[in-house]
């Protein structure tokens, strides 16, 4: 786990405006569900014998020796949410998204984060194909906001639980009988989801799932027309993607349509976000039949993806820094800066005593847009003179117009006031 500082803490603001701002856009509105839940729910939703649940969970028992852990992801409690507040009923469709910390005690020498961060959505009450192609081009319109294009986007259809389990029994037949060329881990898996093997990135494995045949045949009518016009509004609405004919996802719960978006300039964890549709989640955990679908983003990695969106910009810059000629003049600054922060004005000074060059550096060092400088002279004629650090202009102006003029001069410039 690892702390972020205010460095990089700025960074992560501005993909979290870019991010509520693409989400609000759709419609989806934001949700806040504790990080703490009761073990049993991500068991029962994520799959009792996923690597999540089992190696990756920080599982643990409070005073009370409820089994409790922090959550490794967010839909479980999103779903459960949706049950809890029986939004079925008043309800029934919700559009919710989430920004926030997640944990898995994950191996670090993949070098991944044990408290990491996701941003993501949860569309929950339809069977609409409408809404899997909306999620998908949310995520799209996300990546070309933030100047990344070379994403690539894979699709796959695994259709509902009848037809997961004919493609589980057909696909398990198959490997069995490949079981001495499988990996260890894969090996275990023919005996839980064998779904799972097809994520496994070892060589030896990679050879026997790409050999597998494609097991479109053997989904249902409904849930391969479900596909076909999710696929069809992605096509018309101008989005490049791949079908990936062994996409599966990592979590028990999703059916129909997969996707996940990978980057390649990520290198060997090229994921930047992923998704799909999960019709028997809630009816799973206790509530009623209806269907869902969502996705999230890894915004560890969305970050590393984002460096020209950032464009190296590591702080807001002050609007205005006060420079005092005198410790005299030090109490009316004071007060003056109280007024201006009072009004919206980003602005600081020094308190050390320093001298007049040492706060001008100092005022050049934090990127103020102006200097005000209050001496005995402005505060005996009730002005102040205000530098214009990037025109190089001063002038002296009388101290009730300061804060209409830095907002006349900073409205529309570089935004100084209401930068967002
Ligand atoms: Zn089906
Ligand atoms: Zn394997």
């Given at each position: 786990?690892?702390?972020?500082?205010?460095?990089e803490v700025?960074?992560?603001?501005?993909?979290?405006?870019?991010?509520r701002?693409?989400?609000?856009?759709?419609?989806?509105?934001?949700?806040?569900?504790?990080?703490v839940?009761?073990a049993?729910?991500?068991?029962?939703?994520?799959?009792?014998?996923?690597?999540?649940?089992?190696?990756?969970?920080?599982?643990f028992a409070?005073?009370?020796?409820?089994?409790?852990?922090?959550?490794?992801e967010?839909t479980?409690?999103?779903?459960r949410?949706?049950?809890?507040?029986?939004f079925?009923?008043?309800?029934?469709?919700?559009?919710?998204?989430?920004?926030?910390?997640?944990?898995?005690?994950?191996?670090?020498?993949?070098?991944?984060?044990r408290?990491?961060h996701?941003?993501?959505?949860?569309l929950?009450?339809?069977?609409?194909?409408?809404?899997d192609?909306?999620?998908i081009?949310?995520?799209?319109?996300?990546?070309?906001?933030?100047?990344?294009?070379?994403?690539?986007?894979a699709v796959?259809?695994?259709?509902?639980?009848?037809?997961?389990?004919?493609?589980?029994?057909?696909?398990?037949?198959i490997?069995?009988?490949?079981?001495?060329?499988?990996?260890?881990?894969?090996?275990q898996?023919?005996?839980?989801?064998?779904?799972r093997?097809l994520?496994?990135?070892?060589?030896e494995?990679?050879?026997v799932?790409?050999?597998?045949?494609?097991?479109?045949r053997?989904?249902?009518?409904?849930?391969?027309?479900?596909?076909?016009?999710?696929?069809?509004l992605?096509?018309?609405?101008?989005?490049?993607?791949?079908?990936e004919?062994?996409?599966?996802?990592?979590?028990?719960?999703?059916t129909?349509?997969?996707?996940?978006m990978?980057?390649?300039?990520l290198?060997?964890?090229?994921a930047?976000?992923?998704?799909?549709?999960?019709?028997?989640?809630i009816?799973?955990?206790?509530g009623?039949?209806?269907?869902a679908?969502?996705?999230?983003?890894?915004?560890?990695?969305?970050?590393?993806a984002?460096?020209?969106?950032?464009?190296?910009?590591?702080?807001?810059?002050?609007?205005?820094?006060?420079v005092?000629?005198?410790l005299?003049?030090?109490?009316?600054?004071?007060?003056?800066?109280?007024?201006?922060?009072?009004?919206?004005?980003?602005?600081?000074?020094?308190?050390?005593?320093?001298?007049?060059?040492?706060?001008?550096?100092?005022?050049?060092?934090?990127?103020?847009?102006?200097?005000?400088?209050?001496?005995?002279?402005?505060?005996?004629g009730?002005?102040v003179?205000?530098?214009?650090?990037?025109?190089?202009?001063?002038?002296?102006?009388?101290?009730?117009?300061?804060?209409?003029?830095?907002?006349?001069?900073?409205a529309?410039?570089?935004?100084?006031?209401?930068?967002?």
């Amino acid at each position: 786990m690892k702390d972020i500082l205010p460095d990089e803490v700025y960074h992560w603001q501005r993909i979290e405006w870019l991010l509520r701002a693409h989400f609000e856009s759709f419609c989806y509105r934001e949700i806040r569900t504790p990080l703490v839940e009761e073990a049993g729910l991500f068991s029962r939703a994520i799959g009792e014998a996923t690597d999540i649940v089992n190696k990756e969970m920080y599982e643990f028992a409070d005073r009370s020796e409820r089994q409790l852990a922090l959550r490794p992801e967010a839909t479980a409690s999103i779903a459960r949410t949706y049950i809890e507040h029986g939004f079925a009923k008043t309800h029934g469709v919700v559009k919710w998204y989430y920004i926030g910390p997640m944990f898995r005690a994950e191996r670090p020498q993949r070098g991944r984060q044990r408290q990491f961060h996701q941003a993501g959505v949860e569309l929950i009450g339809s069977d609409s194909h409408y809404y899997d192609a909306e999620a998908i081009l949310l995520l799209c319109n996300i990546m070309h906001s933030l100047g990344i294009e070379a994403w690539r986007l894979a699709v796959n259809n695994i259709g509902c639980l009848d037809d997961r389990r004919l493609i589980t029994d057909r696909l398990r037949r198959i490997l069995t009988k490949e079981r001495s060329a499988l990996c260890d881990d894969c090996t275990q898996r023919l005996q839980g989801n064998v779904l799972r093997i097809l994520d496994c990135k070892k060589p030896e494995c990679r050879k026997v799932i790409d050999a597998l045949p494609e097991w479109d045949r053997w989904i249902c009518d409904g849930c391969t027309k479900h596909f076909n016009r999710v696929i069809a509004l992605l096509s018309c609405a101008g989005v490049t993607y791949t079908k990936e004919p062994h996409l599966v996802r990592g979590l028990d719960y999703y059916t129909k349509t997969v996707f996940e978006m990978t980057l390649p300039q990520l290198g060997a964890q090229d994921a930047v976000a992923a998704g799909g549709r999960y019709d028997a989640l809630i009816s799973q955990l206790g509530g009623e039949r209806v269907g869902a679908v969502g996705f999230a983003i890894g915004l560890e990695r969305l970050l590393l993806a984002s460096a020209h969106f950032l464009s190296g910009e590591t702080k807001k810059t002050p609007d205005a820094f006060l420079v005092t000629t005198s410790l005299e003049a030090c109490d009316s600054a004071f007060i003056l800066l109280y007024q201006l922060r009072t009004n919206g004005v980003m602005c600081d000074m020094d308190f050390e005593g320093k001298s007049l060059k040492a706060q001008m550096r100092q005022a050049g060092k934090a990127a103020a847009r102006f200097v005000i400088i209050l001496g005995e002279d402005e505060i005996r004629g009730g002005t102040v003179t205000v530098k214009d650090m990037g025109q190089g202009v001063q002038e002296s102006i009388q101290q009730e117009r300061l804060i209409p003029f830095l907002k006349e001069r900073s409205a529309g410039e570089h935004g100084a006031c209401q930068d967002t």
